[in-house]
């Protein structure tokens, strides 16, 4: 009896309807978020929320759903003309598509979503859901994103497998499965993949390969997705300082309030990873050993030139890029234990052209000044332990007022003292 009564709770605390979040406006039926520009809806963000409804399954979750469906599917370019036709616009307020990623991001959630609960929603949606993802997975073959964009050619990987597994397209299915053999591929001829020890992009590819490990029909696809994912892990996990948590070493990509730390420890992602299975247990042994003092050497594109080094010891971790990879690369960092505060010491470096600074660089996917602080400069750079060497040469300049090199310490009123020349 006492069983059974465990049961009738779970069963009923289960039959309770999802509570909106604060940013579900109930007029739009979309999520949104509030910038400068003003309310801004968003279809990556209702489509994750669509797929949480549909999940939780309650009457009231599945009615909130459709309506959010269908919100969701007017940020869809319906015209075959279009060049982008299939795509979704990022924002419903954009007056066209825009980031071309955003059909990767919205069906991520709708692919899963219907692989697992399909039959939860009346047959005249469902049918039109599968028509819609059909129309995205058109586009994202048309677009066929280079493997070196890593998190996006994972997203296209994911969604061509699954979703042409849930259409039961084999010709859908059989591009992902290539593409995925290629990816490995790339990453075996140079090291690591070419988004290399990205805090932001990491939990986008490992989500997205959780993904596939976890709802693939084929054997083969699921091995090699969890061999990938195997492989990132381990490269995560030594570079996860023991000091402080976080994904220590130059960073290919990062936004800038993961720079400062301002969101959870890497670590933690690491661990939830383990619990999910999306990654071996046995990857706990290696971000929890005392790893003393070590240096870490990569190769992200030998074509390019372009490796990384990471000391790492006790006190503080220092990495180095050999080159940068863009506008949003951190090529030189320093991570620091710093028991006064919550958050690590944090070094970076920035070339900066024409006095700009943070709150200078707009961001077009969220429509933010604060979330980028552009890297400005070529750089070229060298470690040896914890020396290293770091060469900037200014971008092709026109009529600026100003060009230089600078190192940027987070929270400098917790520094006591800065040497130079010792």
């Not at 036709?85 to 990022?90: A, E, L, Q, S």
């Not at 240096?295 to 180095?320: H, K, Y």
Request: glycine share 8%.
């Amino acid at each position: 009896m006492l069983l059974t009564g465990a049961i009738l709770i779970a069963a009923a605390t289960l039959s309770q309807p999802l509570d909106p979040p604060s940013n579900f406006d109930p007029e739009a039926k979309m999520i949104f978020s509030d910038r400068d520009s003003g309310r801004l809806h968003s279809a990556r963000g209702t489509a994750r929320w669509v797929e949480q409804l549909v999940a939780n399954g309650t009457p009231s979750d599945l009615e909130l759903a459709e309506e959010s469906l269908e919100a969701l599917f007017t940020c869809q370019e319906l015209h075959p003309d279009d060049p982008h036709y299939g795509n979704f616009r990022w924002y419903f307020e954009d007056p066209a598509v825009e980031d071309l990623n955003a059909v990767e991001f919205v069906l991520e959630h709708l692919i899963p979503m219907m692989i697992r609960h399909e039959d939860r929603l009346p047959d005249a949606v469902a049918e039109k859901v599968r028509k819609r993802i059909r129309l995205g997975l058109s586009e994202i073959r048309k677009m066929d994103v280079s493997v070196g964009y890593t998190n996006v050619a994972t997203l296209d990987i994911v969604n061509s497998c699954l979703g042409g597994e849930l259409l039961e397209d084999p010709e859908i299915t059989n591009r992902g499965r290539q593409k995925l053999r290629i990816f490995e591929a790339f990453v075996t001829s140079n090291g690591t993949v070419l988004e290399y020890n990205s805090p932001t992009y990491l939990r986008v590819t490992m989500n997205a390969l959780g993904k596939l490990i976890g709802l693939t029909q084929d054997r083969e696809t699921r091995v090699r997705g969890k061999t990938l994912a195997t492989r990132l892990a381990i490269g995560a996990a030594l570079h996860i300082h023991e000091g402080t948590g976080r994904l220590a070493g130059p960073h290919s990509r990062a936004y800038q309030p993961t720079v400062a730390c301002e969101d959870s420890p890497e670590r933690n992602n690491l661990l939830n990873w383990i619990e999910e299975g999306v990654v071996p247990q046995w990857i706990g042994s290696v971000l929890d050993r005392s790893k003393g003092s070590y240096q870490i050497f990569e190769t992200a594109a030998r074509d390019w030139n372009m490796g990384l080094s990471t000391c790492l010891t006790p006190r503080f971790a220092m990495g180095v890029a050999t080159r940068g990879l863009g506008e949003q690369s951190n090529v030189f960092m320093i991570h620091a234990n710093r028991p006064e505060s919550d958050k690590p010491g944090v070094v970076y470096s920035r070339y900066v052209v024409g006095d700009k600074w943070l709150g200078d660089f707009y961001h077009a996917t969220d429509r933010s000044m604060s979330r980028n602080f552009n890297e400005e400069g070529d750089f070229w750079g060298v470690q040896n332990g914890p020396r290293a060497i770091g060469l900037y040469k200014p971008p092709a300049l026109h009529y600026q007022k100003s060009a230089k090199a600078v190192l940027i310490w987070t929270r400098r009123d917790l520094i006591d003292e800065i040497w130079v020349g010792d």
